[in-house]
């Protein structure tokens, strides 16, 4: 579903970028990896998102030679597209 939305929002001229914060949520199902780990905790739940953002608004404004305008996110509960 996912790659649908970002398929989705390249055909109406928007640029796209994804993470899966570090781990695969299949195999690592709801942060489990992190468990115990503060920093895996405080990468997984905002740093990975935050720096994905921030390169995405880089490479973006370096490609079309201009600021971004306008960011938008969509995100999943359980990091994996499925709900």
């Known amino acids: 579903m996912r790659a649908a939305h970002r398929a989705n929002a390249l055909r109406h001229g928007f640029t796209s970028a994804s993470t899966n914060t570090g781990h695969d949520a299949a195999q690592e199902p709801l942060a489990s990896f992190a468990q115990g780990h ?15 953002a921030q390169t995405a608004k880089r490479v973006a404004a370096r490609y079309y030679d201009r600021p971004v305008a306008y960011a938008y996110w969509d995100g999943c509960s359980t990091g994996d597209g499925r709900r």
């Open 38 to 52: 503060l920093q895996k905790q405080v990468d997984y739940a905002f740093r990975a998102v935050h720096l994905t």
